[in-house]
C-alpha cells in the first residue's frame, strides 16, 4: 500500500505527524505492508494533512485527516468520509500552471532518483553543454524578473556578475521569507530542495560563481532541516563540489535582512544594517566580490526555463509580467495556499473564485497584496489584472505575491498603525526616514484614532517623506500599507473624538 | 549550568569549529545560545579575541537581532505569530487568551520560569493561522480554547 503525507510545515502545524504514526501503528496492526512517503504540501492549506493513497496507479486525496480517520484508510476507501478523489482532479490542482512547483507535493523531497524521474535536473544538463553567455542569455530571454519583489530582471543581474572580473563570485539565495502572507519559498525549500540546489549552480555556470550560500530565517526550522540534508545528498552524488559548493546559514530574526544588502552584511557576519546602493552587489556584493542575490523562487524558476528553453516559459504571462507566479493566498481565506499560475488572473477571481472569500463567511473588506509592505486594496480594484507594471499603476505592489484576506470587521486604521509599528520595530537604524519617521508614524495614527482628523495632512506628508527618503523598501514601502488604507477606507480614520474615548 | 572554566572550554570548542567559514560570527552565535541557552557578557571577549574584532563590535551585533539572547529563556518559549495574516484570522484574540492565562506580557517570563512569550513575526503558516511555535513544534489554525490547551500540555 503507498501512501503519502506531507511533513511540510502546513501540515505538521495541524497534527501531520500524529497522522503519520496513526498510520504506522494501525498497519502494524493489520499486518498491512506500507510504504510511507513524506511529502511537500500540494499547497491546499485547508485540507492539511492531506494523505494520499495510491489507487490502481492513481493517487487519491484524503482529509483534512485526524488520527481518528486513519483506520477507514485501510477498509473501502470509497467510502471513506474524507474521500476527495483522484488528486491531480480536484479543482484546485487543475486550474493551476505548476511549471516552478511542479514536483512539490509530487515526489519525495530528499530522494534525487526521484527528482531526476520527474525531470530534475534536466536544466543542470543542458547548462553543462552551454557557454557562460549562452545560458545568460537564456534566462533573459525568458523574461524572469525577481520573485523576492522588486521584479529586477534576473538575466540582467547574471549578466552583470557573470562579465565582471574577480578572483570569487557568490551566488547568494535570498530564503529570508518574513514578509506575512509568503510561504512559497518555505514550500519550495521543504518540498523540492532539490530545484533550487540546481538552480544555483545554474547561476554558478552561468557566472562563473563558485560558491553558493542560502540565507534561511530561522523561523523556518523544517526548511533549514530539509535543505541542510539535500546539500549533503547533493554533494554525495557530486552535483556540488569543487565547481560549485554551497552552504545552509540561518538568520537570526530580523526582517529587513530579507533586504539584500542587509542580508549581505548578515552573511558576513554583521550587524543587518542596510548598505547604500552603489556599489551594487552584482559588482561588490558579499565580502566585496560580485554576488548574484536572488530569492528562492527567481533561482527555482531557473531549471525549467533551461530545460524546456525561454520561449517556452516566457509564453505564459501578460505585459512584462512573464512566466508564472506562485500566488499565496492567506489570512481570512476559505481556501488558502499556494496557487501557480501564469500571470494575468485579476484579483477578483483570484478572491473570489480561487479563494472562496472569507472563513467567516462575511464580505471581503480588503487584500493586502505583497506582504506587510503591500498595499490594501479595496473590492473597487478587484479588476486588477495581477502583474507588475498593472498593480504599480493602481499605487499598489505585487511584491513576493502573498494575499492576506480580511473580512468586514477589520480597522484599517489599526492595520495602518500596525505597518507603522512595525517598521519600528524591524528598522535597521540607518535612515532617518525609517528610523525616526516609523515612530513618528505610529503617534500620528494614535492622534486620529484619539478624533484628530488634523493629523491626516501630517501622515500623508510623513509617508511621502519615508517613500522618498528612505534608503531601502522597508522605510520606503511603509507608505504603501498606510496611504492605501487612507485612501480606499477613510471612514475607519475618521473617529468621533467621543467614540475614540 | 557550566562553570565558568567549562563554559570558556565549550566555546572554544564551539570557535575552533567554525573559524574556516566566510562570515562565521552568525553561526558561532547560534552555536553558543544551543549550547548555553543564552549568549553569555562573558563570552563576548573570547569571541571577539578569535576573531579579531572589538568586544563592541562583537555586543553590536548580538544586540541587533531578535533571536540571540543575553539571558536565559524559561524552559519553554512559547511564540505566538502577530503578523498581518494571522491578525485577519483573529489572532489577537489568541494572544490575549495566552497573555490572560500565563499572566505575563510579550516578552516576559512565568515567576516560575516555565514559559516566556514572544511575539514573531510570520512563522509561514499563513494558510493556517493563527500560529504559534512552541521550541521547533508548529502549531496553526489556533482559537483561543486551542491556546490554553497548548499552554497546558507545555506546562504538563
Known sequence: MKIWLPLDSFALAVGGEEVAGAILAEAGKRGVAVSLTRNGSRGMAWLEPLVEVEVSGVRHAFGPMQPADVPALFDDLAAHPKALGPTEDLDWMKGQTRLTFARVGVTDPLSLAEYRAHGGLAGLDRALTMQKAQIVQEVTDSGLRGRGGAGFPTGIKWKTVSEASADRKYIVCNADEGDSATFADRMLMEGDPFCLIEGMAIAGLATGATKGFVYIRSEYPVAIRIMRRAVEIAREAGILGAAFDMEIRVGAGAYVCGEETSLLNSLEGKRGVVRAKPPLPALEGFMGRPTVVNNVISLASVPVILAKGAAYYKDFGLGRSRGTIPLQIAGNVKYGGLYETAFGLTLGEIVDKIAGGCFTDRPVKAVQVGGPLGAYFPRALFDTPFGYEEFAAKDGLIGHAGLTLFDDSADMLAMARFAMEFCAIESCGKCTPCRIGAVRGVETLDRL????????????????????????????????????????????????????? | MLDSHAQTDRIAEILEAHLGLEGPLLPILHAIQEAFGHVPDTAIPQIAAALTLSKAEVHGVISFYHDFREKPAGRHVLKLCRAEACQAAFGDSVADRAKQKLGIDWHETTPDGAVTLEPVFCLGLCACGPAAMVGDRLVGMLTPKKVEKLIDEVLK
Open chain 1, 449 to 501: 484614532a484619539a478624533g484628530d482628523t488634523g493629523a491626516i495632512p501630517l501622515i500623508t506628508d510623513l509617508c511621502n517623506t519615508m517613500k522618498a527618503g528612505s534608503l531601502c523598501a522597508l522605510g520606503g514601502f511603509t507608505p504603501y500599507p498606510v496611504m492605501s488604507a487612507l485612501t480606499h477606507f477613510p471612514d475607519d480614520f475618521v473617529r468621533t473624538k467621543e467614540a475614540a474615548e
